[in-house]
């Protein structure tokens, strides 16, 4: 693969979705090797300000968030403070979900890990009455973590931990885990074994410039307009959930492991190039390694995929309609992210937007894979 087309046809795609209106804000950071292909912001951070687009801007993570508390979690157990098959129980005695025979369920850190556990991103769960109600991570809430997940408690899993993939708020439950053996708060977890180390310096629960901050945009015919509080994506039959771009702003919100933090893109290239290059002193090799691959089996992910400790793995291109080659790891994020590390190409490739859903479930992620690899 030639640097130099990539760099051509990734540029060039992305000046085109901006220009389209089809994104409105973009960080496009291209790797190879460890050295930049590509490294692009383009648009506006905030475009009715007029406040471009920097490499320095900060954005909601979401999903993004998942990966760095997933490895946060593995350092942990390689420092003996947790155990992949430790019951979560043991270190949150207030989460004891039932399977659908009123038995509670063994739940592991390792289920959490994979997303293997029961539990779903059910939108059935923020339409209970309100003293039911769960917030997934992405609304705003004043509920505490267990004063929020706790209500699981009264409804069944939605499958046996370990026999189905199910992709789901586990990463917040696996957060309040850490937070409870570390001492303090999630980002206090967070920072002092993975975002303090790799100098992450803007990848917090909280944000460190709010003037850095793009604005959230929320996909809407004709061109995406300026995400509103709350907003409600999706529809109830099929995947939807709810929004709030205050959330960040809130201290009383429970830190979501799963989608709680904001950050930019470079602070993100740092932990996916640590663990391309065998975990760059900070996961040993062999840990590095295992969270780059499939560890469920031959239980389905996605179409196509199976799923690591971080994202999901391709094993069929085709089933999964993508461009991208088999073994590759990529996720995203729903505010607007996407990325993937090619470890045969020693490629890494994030792209963050301010755009909600476009730029992670629409079809930009597989336009930006197209012009990486010339398909």
């Known amino acids: 693969m030639q640097n130099v087309s990539i760099s051509a046809r990734v540029n060039d795609l992305v000046d085109r979705v901006v220009e389209e209106e089809r994104i409105t804000g973009a960080v496009v950071l291209v790797y190879q090797d460890g050295q930049p292909v590509l490294e692009k912001a383009a648009g506006f951070a905030d475009r009715e300000a007029v406040v471009p687009a920097r490499l320095d801007t900060i954005f909601r993570y979401a999903s993004v968030t998942k990966p760095i508390v997933a490895i946060t979690a593995l350092i942990m157990v390689e420092k003996g403070s947790i155990g992949l098959d430790d019951r979560v129980s043991q270190y949150l005695p207030w989460f004891r979900p039932k399977t659908a025979d009123g038995v509670e369920a063994r739940i592991t850190i390792r289920h959490l890990l994979t997303h293997t556990s029961g539990l779903l991103y059910d939108p059935a769960l923020e339409l209970l009455p309100e003293a039911q109600r769960m917030t997934l991570g992405l609304g705003n809430t004043d509920l505490s973590l267990e004063d929020n997940f706790s209500r699981h408690n009264a409804i069944p899993l939605a499958f046996e931990p370990g026999s189905r993939w199910g992709y789901s708020f586990a990463t917040d439950i696996l957060g309040g885990v850490l937070a409870a053996v570390h001492g303090g708060t999630l980002e206090d977890a967070v920072v002092h074994h993975v975002a303090g180390p790799l100098g992450m310096t803007d990848a917090r629960f909280h944000v460190t410039d709010p003037a850095r901050l793009a604005v959230a945009y929320a996909d809407h015919p004709g061109r995406p307009m300026r995400m509103p509080d709350p907003w409600v994506s999706g529809d109830e039959e099929n995947w939807r959930t709810v ?27 740092r932990l996916l190039e640590m663990l391309r290059t065998d975990g760059g002193g900070l996961l040993s090799p062999g ?29 069929d291109p085709e089933a999964a309609q993508t461009v991208l080659p088999k073994g590759v790891i990529q996720w995203g994020g729903v505010y607007g992210n996407t990325w993937f590390i090619d470890l045969k190409e020693k490629l890494t490739v994030i792209s963050l937007t301010n755009n909600a859903l476009e730029g992670c479930n629409g079809a930009y992620p597989e336009m930006l894979r197209a012009a990486v690899y010339d398909r």
């Open 243 to 269: 929004f709030s771009p205050g959330r960040i702003f809130n201290p009383k919100a429970f830190q979501s492991g799963g989608a709680g933090m904001v950050g930019t893109a470079k602070d993100f290239l």
């Open 287 to 315: 840990m590095a390694c295992a969270a780059l691959s499939n560890q469920i089996g031959d239980i389905e992910g996605e179409p196509g995929y199976r799923f690591s400790f971080v994202g999901g793995v391709v094993t």
